[in-house]
């Protein structure tokens, strides 16, 4: 599976990106696929998780309620709308797939075996 990811880009604080993730080869319905980002000087961290069999989300308390993570199946995407940034949202954007990931484990890198190159999105306060 290979993984691309797009959308990113500089926007002001309380402005909206929309981050896109495509798949393409060996197609999975059932797993995981998920957004990590990582801010300069720090750790990538989990920031939402859609499970691809039930649609179910997950996010990261610090985007909860202005993140919203979706699927496209028909188009093997994954979208990440962003709203209301904030300066703090600035950091490299990746997406990831797993097949085999459990639930207790999927806001964590290990879990996922396929990762985008990361997008950049800058939020200027």
């Known amino acids: 599976v290979q993984l691309q990811a797009s959308g990113g880009g500089l926007v002001q604080a309380g402005g909206s990106l929309r981050l896109s993730c495509a798949a393409s080869?060996?197609?999975?319905?059932?797993?995981?696929m998920a957004w990590f980002r990582q801010a300069p000087g720090k750790e990538r961290g989990f920031v939402a998780a859609?499970?691809?069999?039930?649609?179910?989300?997950y996010y990261a308390d610090s985007v909860k309620g202005r993140f919203t993570i979706s699927i496209d199946k028909a188009k093997n995407t994954v979208a990440l709308q962003m709203n209301s940034l904030k300066a703090e949202d600035t950091a490299v954007y990746y997406c990831?797939?797993?097949?085999?990931?459990?639930?207790?484990?999927?806001?964590?890198?290990?879990?996922?075996?396929?990762w985008g190159q990361g997008t950049q999105v800058t939020v200027s306060s």
């Open positions: 990831a797939a797993s097949r085999t990931a459990i639930l207790s484990a999927i806001r964590t890198e290990r879990a996922y075996a396929h």
């Open positions: 080869g060996p197609t999975f319905t059932s797993g995981y």
């Open positions: 859609i499970r691809l069999n039930g649609g179910y989300t």
